[in-house]
Nanobody, 122 residues
Framework: QVQLVESGGGLAQAGGSLRLSCAAS?????MGWFRQVPGKGRDFVAG????????YYANSVKGRFTISRDNAKNTVYLQMNTLKPEDTAIYYC??????????????????WGQGTQVTVTS
């Protein structure tokens, strides 16, 4: 069992930046981020492979968000720049034992973080 502990998030103005962190309790190959707005399921945001550094982004965040990881710390980061009000959501750190790349959906997440609120005001 892997535990994921998130930090970061909060309130930002449109055009601003926020950074999320997610520390895993153990070594896990595939990690990433999902987000959820009220009344909807969790949508894939970004994913990264530990050993190969392969990265995938949802089209909605490409060019604005950057995912990275520090393997020594078993930690994944999500740098969010040029934030938009539509980025407002609860952001969840996620990890999986099988790599799905850009096809990763919430049904194929093995471990979840507790979630952190990101609110972007216009």
């Amino acid at each position: 069992q892997v535990q994921l502990v998130e930090s970061g998030g909060g309130l930002a103005q449109a055009g601003g930046s926020l950074r999320l962190s997610c520390a895993a309790s153990g070594r896990i190959q595939y990690m990433g981020w999902f987000r959820q707005v009220p009344g909807k399921g969790r949508d894939f945001v970004a994913g990264i492979v530990r050993s190969e550094g392969m990265i995938y982004y949802a089209n909605s965040v490409k060019g604005r968000f950057t995912i990275s990881r520090d393997n020594a710390k078993n930690t994944v980061y999500l740098q969010m720049n040029t934030l938009k009000p539509e980025d407002t959501a609860i952001y969840y750190c996620a990890a999986t034992l099988v790599w799905y790349g850009s096809r990763w959906t919430e049904e194929y997440v093995d471990f979840w973080g507790q979630g952190t609120q990101v609110t972007v005001t216009s």
